[in-house]
């Protein structure tokens, strides 16, 4: 064994003690694996004095094969949690002479990577959930925006009422005069004005009964231009509201675009890391 290949079979443990992560360390030569140091979970059970043969599969040996550095990411499926190993050659005259192999526990960048992919997904459906809230309050601000014009139609249309009942008011007072100067003219003419006289009562009975009628039909459509101011005041103020909870709602689905896009940027990170390691 070469001297070099020896002092690092020696400092195994303490070069193990430099790596932050749960780690194991292999040493081999060309032939045989000269060195190895188990981690406190992941542990490949190799024992020195192995033949290299034996791992033909292994990166090590490619490493030993071709001169060149190696690293790979593997999955939970071998030992139970995911790992990086990297395998770097030992040379000596510009020759191989050895591979020295660190297995790194690579649990957090998976637990990084699935709380990226699991916040992508509540992402996307805080997103969804976001343009729905939007969509009904733009909808429910346009519907009370329509109530609201509606409202005012109502206010005009019960103006014209009122002077359409200012005007049976007036025919009716007018009428009053004429049937009390029917019934004057009526007294004058004596026995050929009675029958006149009972036309002139009617009329005057008529007038009568159209000026109360009115002034109750304008006493009902007070009421009702009250209500219809109340239910006016009240269709601005929830308008106002909506408004807000739109404006709230936008305001919202910003902040989830933003938090989107922070998710698809950790499982870009990711996805390079992923890839370096191959």
Known sequence: MSHKLKEMVDHLPTIQQS????????????????????????????????????????????????????REEVSADLLGIPYIATCTPIKENGQVIGAFSAVVSNQKMADFRKGAEELGSVINQMTSFSEEI?????ASADKLQELSQQSETMKNNMKNVERVIQQVKEIASRSNILGLNASIEAARSGEYGRGFSVVADEIRKMAANSNSAAEDIQKQLELAQLEILKIHESIHEIAAQTEEQSASAQEFHTM?????????????HGEIDRTSHR
């Open 19 to 70: 790596y932050p992560d749960d780690t194991c360390l292999i040493l081999s030569d060309k032939e045989s694996i000269i060195g190895y140091v188990p981690g406190e979970v992941i542990d490949l059970k190799l024992k020195v004095g192995e033949s290299m043969q034996k791992y033909k599969k292994s990166a090590a040996y490619r490493v030993l094969q071709t001169g060149q550095k190696l």
């Open 134 to 138: 939007a969509a009904t309050s733009n």
């Open 256 to 268: 989830v675009e933003r938090i989107s896009n922070t998710a698809d940027l950790l499982n870009k």
